[in-house]
Each structure stands twice: as C-alpha cells, then as structure tokens.
C-alpha cells in the first residue's frame, strides 16, 4: 500500500458555487485568488463551464460530504496535479477527513510547495509546456470511498444440532494546505479570443504530509468533470447566456397594477 497526503481543513461552501448533489461524496468548487469568490458554475448541454481571466490565481475547493475519509484524484488540462503525471484515477490525490475539505492551489513541487496554478494562454500552460496539450481546458476530480473491513455476522443460536454455521489496496497520495444558450444569430455578433488553459505559477508555501488509504473499490465512486475557457469565449459559443442581447419590448412596463407598498 503506497502512502498519501492527508489534506488540510476549513469551512463549508455556498451551493450556487459548488459542483455536487446530497448523493455526493464531495463537492467542488473552483475560487478565484484575485478575489476571493466561488467562480459561478454553468450548465451548458450536461456539461459544466467556469470563466477565468487570463493571469488570475485559482484554486480547487473540495469538501468532504460524507462522515468517512475519501481520496479525491484531481488532475488539471489532463494532468495530475501531485505527481505532474499524465492523469488517471488511479494516482495520488488528496485525503479529506470526515466532513473535511481541502483547497488546492497549484502543482505540488514538493511536501512544502506548489508551483500555483494561473489561468494563462494555451502556449504557455503547463500542460502544453510538457508536451501534453489535447486535454487543456478541463478541471477534474476522482472520489474514492475508503475500504473497510467487512463485519462478520455472528453465530445463529439454535437450540436444534445443525451441520455447519450457515479492491484492491491502492496507492495515491497527497494533500494540500493550503442555462439558455445565447441564440445562434446572437453568437456571430461575439468575438472569441485565445483559449486559456493553466499555467505553473509562482512557487508558494503548502505544507502536507503522509498518510495511508486503501481504496474501498479500483473505480471511482464519483467522477467531477469542470470545463473552462475565458468569458469572452465562452459567450461566443453560447454556454454563458448573453443579457446584452436580447429581443427588445416595446412595452418594458406593461403589466397589470400592482398592491401597494405597506
């Protein structure tokens, strides 16, 4: 059994931000460093769609929901963001304590640092810098409950003589501190701009340490999937609906009388 991270703790997270239902082993989220805020989720044809800007930190915010230990694999632009390996679900991750979180904030150069993570042109993000660029733009965390020992069923007592009383431990480790589409005829009247992907930024402090996980089974029990591109971007295709455009009316105020105040 290879050893793990074990990862840090807060708070709990507002759910217009969040990625996750009440079956969920956890919920994600993704903040933006610059301020501070939960960037807005969208829903865009079963899919969901952040909008960074390019330069702007971000972290990745994943809570524990439920009242036992689970490992989250988390890769960036198809990368896993511990061991800088090219992802699968199988690798290191995270270990969250019962109802805990952790918020991961760049690639993991070390048990004390991370190189953070940036919203940055294709070109320069570390996926493409390392010679992988056909999964830039796309956030992603692997849920794994943790095994247990089964327990055994005791003896039936009878008073009658009878005959007879009738995943594998896996790796991975790591821790940190740490809608409407737009119409067809409106997108034509956007201009897109340059992809973005994420970059290795400044080194910065994250202290982790070791700890042991065994996987209760080889495959996931939740798989997150966060996709994102820049907010001009994703207007031009229409996943972020698009105010500014819309059918005018003639009669904005028309409607019957209201009650009055008070």
Not at 156 to 162: A, C, G, H
């Amino acid at each position: 059994m290879k050893r793990i991270f074990i990862a840090l703790l807060s708070g709990l997270l507002p759910a217009c931000a969040t990625v996750g239902n009440a079956a969920s082993l956890v919920e994600v989220a993704v903040v933006s460093r610059t301020t501070g805020a939960r960037i807005p989720v969208w829903n865009h044809q079963g899919r969901l769609y952040i909008a960074g800007s390019p330069g702007e930190k971000y972290s990745v915010l994943v809570s524990n929901r439920t009242g036992a230990r689970v490992l989250a694999v988390v890769s960036i632009d198809g990368v896993n963001v511990i061991t800088g390996e090219t992802a699968t679900p199988a690798q290191s991750g995270y270990v969250l304590d019962p109802r805990g979180r952790v918020n991961i904030g760049g690639w993991r150069k070390s048990m004390s640092e991370i190189a953070a993570f940036v919203f940055t042109a294709v070109p320069d993000s570390y996926a493409a810098r390392t010679g992988r660029p056909g999964n830039v733009g796309v956030i992603g965390v692997a849920a794994f409950r943790e095994y247990r020992e089964p327990r055994r069923r005791p003896p039936s007592i009878s008073p009658q003589p009878y005959s007879g009383l009738g995943s594998r431990s896996d790796d991975t480790r790591e821790s940190a501190s740490g809608t409407p589409a737009s119409p067809e005829s409106n997108q034509a009247l956007r201009k897109s701009e340059e992809k973005l992907g994420t970059g290795h930024g400044e080194r910065e402090t994250s202290q982790v340490r070791y700890t042991e996980f065994r996987r209760a089974t080889s495959y996931p029990s939740q798989l997150v999937s966060i996709f994102y591109d820049s907010h001009a971007n994703l207007l031009a295709r229409g996943i972020i609906p698009d105010t500014l455009l819309t059918e005018p009316n003639p009669f904005p105020a028309f409607r019957f009388a209201p009650d009055p105040l008070g």
